[in-house]
């Protein structure tokens, strides 16, 4: 699939589907799409629509990879 056709829409079909068949994360989806199309990171980062990065938000801080505003204090 050439990725100069490839829309925001399209691309977060793709990942949904990824995520919900493949049993994977956000970030995992898109990587293996990006590794399955030979496509950088960085190019398909532009194709990440705001509802997905807004999922891959969330499933971060359920990871905890990302901190949050309020998880940075010190116990008193």
Sequence with gaps: MMIDMMT???FSILI???VREG???YM???C?????NEVEIETAAKLIS???KEKMTV?????????T??????PI
């Design 8 to 10: 925001k829409d399209r």
């Design 16 to 18: 949904e589907q990824l």
């Design 23 to 25: 049993n994977l994360t």
């Design 28 to 30: 995992d989806a898109i």
């Design 32 to 36: 293996h799409w990006c590794e399955q």
């Design 50 to 52: 705001p509802i997905i």
């Design 59 to 67: 499933e971060c801080q359920d990871l905890n990879l990302l901190v």
């Design 69 to 74: 505003k309020g998880s940075a204090r010190l």
